[in-house]
């Protein structure tokens, strides 16, 4: 992480602390610093999901619930949102109640590298924007492996770093000092919007995502890169 006045704390207490200070602010700056590329994006993972019935559904790291709600109008039986911070789930739940959907998404406090459910409990499970986070990726997506059935599905949409010129050039600067010196004038955070860009730097990517999938157990994975390779949607099947 960035902040030197985390340095103490584990990984994960310094993230929950994060998304707990900004939570209050994380929807309008995700939709405001992505211009609401954000918002296709989910709906791109949405469309992973079509073409079969998916009945329990598990996002991880669900946050503020933009994902969960997104996977709502797949019409499942149910959606279980789990996340380490608490204030991002109050907002989550917030806006489920408002629109309705309490009976089908139930968000709960989880770590998504020791999940509460039992073996092959859902048919598909979601992640976006998590699995940077995780203090073990590999511990994170073996959990999702485990709660999902054998055919069951993981979709992981995260960060990457786009590669052709000039777009990666402007990019870089976008992200590096433009969206870190907005992010912490509107979150009041120092070190939310510093941590983005470095957390996205250093994580895996294509190839080497993939296979950490398939270290973790899963089969046959893909990559559709988005939006000139700001994003990637992974997938794999158990
Ligand atoms: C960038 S937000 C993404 C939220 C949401 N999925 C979205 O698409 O907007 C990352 C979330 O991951 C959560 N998180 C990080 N590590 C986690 C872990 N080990 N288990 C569960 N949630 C975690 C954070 O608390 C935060 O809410």
């Known amino acids: 992480m960035s902040n030197n006045s985390f340095t103490h704390k584990p990984k994960k207490e ?21 211009a609401g590329i954000d918002i296709q994006w ?42 380490i911070a608490v204030d991002m789930l ?14 089908l998404i139930t968000l709960q406090e989880g770590d998504a590298e020791n999940l509460n459910f039992d073996d092959g409990s859902f048919d598909a499970a979601t992640v976006a ?4 986070n995780f203090e073990t990726l590999q511990k994170g997506l073996m959990e999702m492996h485990r709660v999902i059935n054998t055919g069951g599905i993981i979709i992981v949409l995260e960060f990457s770093k786009p590669k052709a010129f000039p777009f990666k050039q402007l990019y870089n600067f976008y992200f590096r ?41 899963f089969k046959r994975p893909k990559q559709q890169r988005l939006t000139m390779g700001i994003a990637t949607i992974y997938y794999a099947h158990k």
């Open 14 to 34: 310094q993230v929950r602390t994060m998304f707990n200070d900004i939570a209050h602010r994380y929807d309008f700056l995700n939709h405001f610093l992505s």
């Open 177 to 217: 000092f433009i969206l870190p010196l907005f992010g912490q004038f509107v979150s009041k955070s120092n070190s939310a919007y510093t941590y983005l860009p470095n957390s996205v730097k250093g994580f895996a990517e294509d190839e080497v995502f993939m296979n950490e999938l398939k270290k973790a157990g």
């Open 129 to 132: 924007f998590g699995v940077r």
């Open 90 to 103: 109050d907002i989550g739940k917030l806006k489920i109640r408002k629109k309705g959907l309490g009976n």
């Open 42 to 83: 989910r709906k791109k993972v949405k469309r992973l999901l079509v073409d079969k019935k998916h009945d329990n559904i598990l996002d991880v790291a669900t946050g503020t619930a933009d994902l969960a709600i997104e996977l709502s109008k797949l019409n499942p039986k149910h959606i279980h949102g789990v996340d």
